[in-house]
T-cell receptor, first 110, second 114 residues
Framework: GIQVEQSPPDLILQEGANSTLRCNFS?????LQWFHQNPWGQLINLFYIPSGTKQNGRLSATTVATERYSLLYISSSQTTDSGVYFCAVPGYNAGNMLTFGGGTRLMVKP | NAGVTQTPKFQVLKTGQSMTLQCAQD?????MSWYRQDPGMGLRLIHY???????DQGEVPNGYNVSRSTTEDFPLRLLSAAPSQTSVYFC?????????????FGSGTRLTVV
């Protein structure tokens, strides 16, 4: 099936720092989504971004579909940004359900 | 508006027991799916449904059954629990097919098989 790789696997930041998370995928896709899993396990949809750039507050995402990657930017990080960030793309199934990357585990220290 | 509701939140089973994880959504989404998340890993697709009466297998379907008799409900059945099925299970629904936007996840069911 389609491969989704995220980097880095782990990231530790001081509060206020900026960061960039990367998602590479092995085949062309018609959409890509970013999720945040908070320390309590809840999964929140951050962006639906098949191409181009979107921004939501301190978070923004860019997908370059032709080069098969997406970036998630976190600016002025806060402790509440801690958790795991997943990207996901449609897999090779009839419903095009999402295939997830392994995630980037982010810890923001006060 | 409850979104996606999963029950129970926690469950301990003995090897060989069966059980059903419940999932209900009130957003009239056509697409529903079940994922499992093992420690330190991403989510893997177990089964999914593109509408009432239609289900299909995902990446890791063995040992699980699903049915979709209504738009709202999508239960996941463990036929004969095994320790390898210890995991956190998430149900999701979405309003667009083709992996489109609007994915909403339930809060998860943490299952331990002893």
């Amino acid at each position: 099936g389609i491969q989704v790789e995220q980097s880095p696997p782990d990231l530790i930041l001081q509060e206020g720092a900026n960061s960039t998370l990367r998602c590479n995928f092995s085949d062309s896709v018609n959409n890509l989504q970013w999720f945040h899993q908070n320390p309590w396990g809840q999964l929140i949809n951050l962006f639906y971004i098949p191409s181009g750039t979107k921004q939501n507050g301190r978070l923004s995402a860019t997908t370059v579909a032709t080069e098969r990657y997406s970036l998630l930017y976190i600016s002025s990080s806060q402790t509440t940004d801690s958790g795991v960030y997943f990207c996901a793309v449609p897999g090779y199934n009839a419903g095009n359900m999402l295939t997830f990357g392994g995630g980037t585990r982010l810890m923001v220290k006060p | 508006n409850a979104g996606v509701t999963q029950t129970p939140k926690f469950q301990v089973l003995k090897t060989g027991q069966s059980m059903t994880l419940q999932c209900a959504q009130d957003m009239n989404h056509e697409y529903m799916s079940w994922y499992r998340q093992d420690p330190g890993m991403g989510l893997r697709l177990i089964h999914y449904s593109v509408g009432a009466g239609i289900t299909d297998q995902g990446e890791v379907p063995n040992g699980y059954n699903v049915s979709r008799s209504t738009t709202e409900d999508f239960p996941l059945r463990l036929l004969s629990a095994a320790p390898s099925q210890t995991s956190v299970y998430f149900c999701a629904s979405s309003y667009l097919g083709k992996g489109g936007g609007g994915y909403t996840f339930g809060s998860g069911t943490r299952l331990t098989v002893v």
